[in-house]
């Protein structure tokens, strides 16, 4: 059966011929399912591995002295040193042995990122030791510069 109906939507009218498919005229709209939840599946815990019983005590080595770090190798810790605040490429190294310097004057510039950032003395004093060069690579909390 066809039926010819007009509409008006926002204004402009619309012909428009509607088919009915059914014979008795009702619209029956197809069932659709629920989802389904499907709850993880734990994987299987392993057997526990046995445990070998505590070797014996043995006496404990002879204290070995401490071997100097190597330059620039790891966080020093030191309150005179300068740390990298992040992974980057020296830049710059922007002062010398024996410069002094006030809080904030730049030490280093530093690339990480394609983005330069610079290094500022974090207290006043004079630069006793330089721990990088141009284009070294440092990690976070590395010794850059130290000053007394």
């Given at each position: 059966m066809m039926r010819h109906l007009?509409?008006?939507?926002?204004?402009?009218?619309f012909d428009v011929v509607v088919e009915d498919v059914t014979e008795s005229g009702a619209y029956t709209p197809a069932p659709i399912p629920a989802p389904v939840a499907h709850a993880p599946v734990a994987a299987p815990r392993p057997a526990p591995a046995p445990v070998a019983p505590p070797p014996a005590a043995a006496p404990a080595p002879a204290a070995a002295p401490a071997a100097p770090a190597a330059k620039g190798a790891g966080p020093s810790g030191g309150a005179d040193d300068r740390l990298a605040p992040l992974a980057g490429v020296v830049l710059e190294v922007s002062v010398k042995v024996g410069d002094k310097v006030d809080v904030d004057d730049q030490v280093v510039v530093l690339e990480a990122m394609k983005m330069k950032t610079v290094i500022g003395a974090h207290k006043a004093g004079t630069i006793t030791g330089i721990h990088v060069k141009d284009g070294d690579a440092v990690d976070a909390d590395q010794p850059l510069v130290t000053i007394s």
């Open positions: 007009r509409i008006t939507v926002d204004g402009r009218v």
